[in-house]
T-cell receptor, first 112, second 110 residues
Framework: QKEVEQDPGPLSVPEGAIVSLNCTYSNSAFQYFMWYRQYSRKGPELLMYTYSSGNKEDGRFTAQVDKSSKYISLFIRDSQPSDSATYLC????????????FGQGTTLQVKP | NAGVTQTPKFQVLKTGQSMTLQCAQDMNHNSMYWYRQDPGMGLRLIYY???????DKGEVPNGYNVSRLNKREFSLRLESAAPSQTSVYFC?????????FGQGTRLTVV
């Protein structure tokens, strides 16, 4: 079993829809949780970074962490065609050292 | 500010050949990583280095070696390339878990 599980999709939504992306994990020692966005043929870029359980909002993006259920989510409001990309969740045990582990990534297409 | 620089961007190798992928970062980060990305597999960790002078295996280390030459540089070596190592390779450096990636190396082994 992989440490981090993410549905690869693809996920296709109309412009303006609310998008929900999710990851589950098995190691309760993970402390820091991230979402990265990757456009085709580019390296991933950090989108959201959270430490504790709860919600963190940044513009149209909301990251949610539920440590008790070992479940994290990324919500995108008012989705735009420019949001079409692959979204990868990632997590790490320690902020200073240790393995940074990624999910498989979910491919999102937002249709105009 | 260059961030993370990988070389080369593209490479074609014959089975059995060796090569080294170079990575350098100018952000003074302690942690550096090498990942491979294959369709449907996400980013899989090959090796990582938590600090200068230390390296540790990730999920898929077989067939690879690494060197953390100094704080800036972290290289990945394929001693005897195999077709199964055809992939896109990403180097990353990290500060408190916030990773910054290079542009990737597209490697084909024929």
């Amino acid at each position: 079993q992989k440490e981090v599980e993410q549905d690869p999709g693809p996920l296709s939504v109309p412009e303006g829809a609310i998008v929900s992306l999710n990851c589950t994990y098995s190691n309760s020692a993970f402390q820091y949780f991230m979402w990265y966005r990757q456009y085709s043929r580019k390296g991933p870029e950090l989108l959201m970074y959270t430490y504790s359980s709860g919600n963190k909002e940044d513009g149209r993006f909301t990251a949610q962490v539920d440590k008790s259920s070992k479940y994290i989510s990324l919500f995108i409001r008012d989705s735009q065609p420019s949001d079409s990309a692959t979204y990868l969740c990632a997590m790490i045990i320690s902020s200073n050292t240790g393995k940074l582990i990624f999910g498989q990534g979910t491919t999102l297409q937002v249709k105009p | 500010n260059a961030g993370v620089t990988q070389t080369p961007k593209f490479q074609v190798l014959k089975t059995g050949q060796s090569m080294t992928l170079q990575c350098a970062q100018d952000m003074n980060h302690n942690s550096m990583y090498w990942y491979r990305q294959d369709p449907g597999m996400g980013l899989r960790l090959i090796y990582y280095s938590a600090s200068e002078g230390t390296t540790d295996k990730g999920e898929v280390p077989n067939g690879y070696n690494v060197s953390r030459l100094n704080k800036r540089e972290f290289s990945l070596r394929l001693e005897s390339a195999a077709p199964s190592q055809t992939s896109v390779y990403f180097c990353a450096s990290s500060d408190r878990g916030e990773a910054f990636f290079g542009q990737g190396t597209r490697l084909t082994v024929v």
